[in-house]
């Protein structure tokens, strides 16, 4: 049965001796098999160590799943959601595998996620072939991993729906994008897996799975079309993370065994010298209140245009030093869009609010209340950031005027 069982195991990772045999009891898993995890760090050092450590296995197994959807991605294998935006089977697929590594890793707690999609579109008879391929993708990503598990298109559905969760300011609830930058997965740019977990309220873990990430420096090209194609070498695809009060890390998204070198943000205070970062979409965030800001501000340096939460793994690395948003004023931000790069960028020293100065909350349900826009920076920039907000109107994106 012990052969079995090891046979049956996710080798995420193996490194350290307090190796976590579970055992899943949940109705979509029909065969038992052992998850083993490990951490960087002692995990008994680590308040939420394990957590973290799972939150990087889920993270690892939903990128590939994604890599391997963008690279021939067709048009069987996308939607429109009811808000225009676009969806793909990864999307739903990589928040399935998140779904089930977590309640996995976990199965004596109830798990409480709050996540972008529902399963409400592949329960309709239309949604059935995009469902059957959603399944048949997991299915094989688990047998490449030699998960030991093969999942039937309902309890795909099941995952799915366990990120219904409405959150709020008490207990634990992780937070996940699947894909964040889904036009830019559609547009062979930059995408992030994101997943946050909040404790009472607050962001304590953050991981994002970056796969068309140069590991180096960046350039303007790597946020256009050709991203994708460029990302086979070994030296692309990036992880970032963070444990609140311990710092913010990047390792190579591919290879659990590569050690996490610690990010720190690039503490600029002279405008001249920043990069700053927005939406590659100006339909998400106004190019022209940004150029304001930055003209207001001086710095002179052309925007660097990414998709996705790859903007805060950038800024905590120092590859660039300002992010800006300010989506149309009638848009409400999700939560699932910020929380894990919020916390990475707090880690790496840097700092994330409104427009107005006011930190980021999490604590209020699915939906953030923000004044304005998001503004993040080392601490000095930050400041000079916030009086030129002071004085910059926000102006209206093209789809409005
Ligand atoms: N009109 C709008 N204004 C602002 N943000 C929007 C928007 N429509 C979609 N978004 C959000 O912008 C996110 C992408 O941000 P970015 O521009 O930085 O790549 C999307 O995440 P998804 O791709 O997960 O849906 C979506 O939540
Ligand atoms: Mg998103
Ligand atoms: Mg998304
Ligand atoms: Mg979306």
Sequence with gaps: MQNLLRQQSVHIRANYTGVTRLCCRRPFVRRRASVHVAVDVEPQTLQYGKELENAKAAVRLASKLCQIVQRQLSAEERADKKDDSPVTVADYGAQAVV??????ADPASRLS???EEDS?????PEGRPMLERITQLINSVFAEAKVGVILAPEDVLKLIDLGGSQ?????????????DGTRGFVGMRQYAVCLGMLQDGE???GVLGCPNLPQGPVGEQDGQEGAAQRAGGSDVGCLFSAHRNHGAYAAPLWDEHADPVRIQVKDLSNPREARFMESVESRHSSHSTTAAMARELGVVLPPLRMDSQVKYGLLSRGCASIFMRFPPPTYKEKIWDHAAGFVIV??????????GGARLDFSRGRFLQLDRGIIAAPPALHQQLLRAAAK??????PSEQ
């Design 167 to 179: 959150g709020g300011p008490t207990g634990r609830h992780w937070v996940l994008d699947p894909i």
């Design 120 to 124: 409400a579109e592949l329960r309709q």
């Design 99 to 104: 779904a089930w590594v977590l309640q996995w």
């Design 113 to 115: 996620m709050v996540a």
């Design 203 to 205: 962001v304590v873990l």
């Design 346 to 355: 707090e880690e790496a020293g840097g700092r994330v609010t409104d427009a």
């Design 392 to 397: 910059v109107a926000v102006a209206p994106l």
